[in-house]
């Protein structure tokens, strides 16, 4: 039973607690009992064993890069998302929950979260969630915002190919969130490679709808974590490009 | 776990419109896109240098013979070239009889000058 929880832990999405590469002095371990969470009850999904993007913006290895932030006084990061369209960003449904236009900002061509050099900040005046997302599963966790000013930055494209599902590839997903679960966000990008699993490892199959992909590492340390939410998982095309296959939605741990 | 982009592409279009797709020129010089080169893509190529006529985009890419990024008196000479069999010089006579008012060596001594002063 020890060894199955063992690998419930290390396997996919789980926020490990490799500490190796984080940039945070402290971090908290989660416990085994972490895993008997329901899909409805998950945590928040981080980049755990990343490293820092590099070229930063405003050079910008990932010019689609945004951060979804509250305004006033209690404002700051708290999604992930990705330039789609010069005024469209799509990030996860379940970031928007509770959200109005007029409570959020996007941030775009961002490095370091606190600052502001080269960055662009862009006010929303539509949000639009998937009309078949569950809060409970998490099933059809999409939405789209739709900003008031077209951005500068150079937005990602879609996926197309359906060959991208299935294979087995390498895929990069990047954020701003906790580099441990439970543990600090990171002020800067880090970005992290994780690997396609179609056979999304111990997760049940009732837990995982056609809509979902699976994607980290099996020996854990390397995985998206809480503030990553929303975020963009890419992956390189033939041509050198990059596209979007996949928004950081949850994960145990 | 991660929301799968691809099995909801047409909710996302929906939205934000379908991508362009990228052009590809299938037949350089065939501006008329009938599928063979022919004196009707002389004549609409040689009104593009004489901006007598505003190439669309998918025109201009598959008007520019050498792909060096812009359409000029080269690309003309040298459609001329592919359709009748001419060396650079024969086709550079051939315009002069029949396009006088290209003033194809007015135009050659200006891109030697600028390639001149390039250097």
């Known amino acids: 039973m020890y060894r199955w929880l063992m690998v419930l832990m290390l396997l996919l999405f789980s926020c490990d607690t490799d500490s190796t590469l984080t940039t945070e002095p402290e971090m908290t371990t989660m416990s085994m009992e972490q895993n008997t969470i329901n899909p409805g009850d998950l945590p928040w999904p981080m980049i755990v064993g990343g490293t820092e993007v590099d070229p930063a913006c405003p050079d910008c290895k990932y010019p689609f890069m ?3 932030q509250w305004t006033g006084n209690w404002g700051g990061h708290f999604c992930g998302g990705s330039l789609v369209r010069e005024d469209w960003v799509v990030t996860a449904a379940h970031c ?7 409570g959020i900002v996007v941030k775009i061509g961002m490095h370091n979260i606190n600052g502001t050099t080269g960055s662009e900040t862009r006010y929303i005046d539509e949000i639009i969630v998937h009309p078949n997302y569950s809060s409970w599963s998490l099933d059809n966790d999409y939405a789209l915002i739709h900003l008031t000013q077209p951005s500068s930055f150079e937005p990602i494209q879609l996926v197309t ?3 991208h599902d299935e294979e087995p590839v390498m895929s990069t997903v990047m954020g701003w969130g906790a580099t441990s679960s439970g543990g600090w966000s990171s002020n800067v990008l880090l970005e992290v490679d994780v690997p396609i699993d179609n056979s999304c490892g111990s997760y049940s199959n009732s837990e995982i709808t056609n809509n979902m992909i699976c994607a980290g590492d099996g020996n854990g340390g390397e995985d998206s974590c809480q503030g990553d939410s929303g975020g963009p998982l890419i992956m390189t095309n033939d041509e050198g490009e990059y596209e979007l296959i996949g928004i950081v939605s949850w994960g145990y741990g | 776990m991660y929301s799968k982009v691809h099995s909801r592409l047409p909710w996302f279009f929906g939205y934000i419109g379908e991508p362009e797709d990228d052009f590809v020129v299938e037949l350089y010089g065939d501006v008329n896109f009938d599928g ?3 004196v009707a893509d002389i004549v609409t190529i040689v009104s593009y240098v004489l901006n007598t006529t505003i190439p669309t985009e998918e025109e201009f890419l598959t008007a520019d ?4 990024g812009i359409v000029n008196i080269l690309d003309v000479i040298q459609v001329v070239g592919e359709i009748l069999g001419t060396t650079f010089r024969g086709s550079v ?3 002069i009889e029949n396009f006088p008012e290209l003033e194809v060596e007015e135009r050659l001594k200006v891109l030697d000058k600028s390639i001149h002063f390039a250097k």
């Open chain 1, 161 to 163: 190919d359906t060959d």
């Open chain 2, 36 to 38: 063979y080169l022919n």
């Open chain 2, 93 to 95: 006579e051939w315009l």
């Open chain 1, 96 to 102: 928007m929950e509770g959200e109005s236009t007029s």
């Open chain 2, 65 to 68: 013979m050498n792909q060096d």
């Open chain 1, 66 to 68: 945004v951060s979804v």
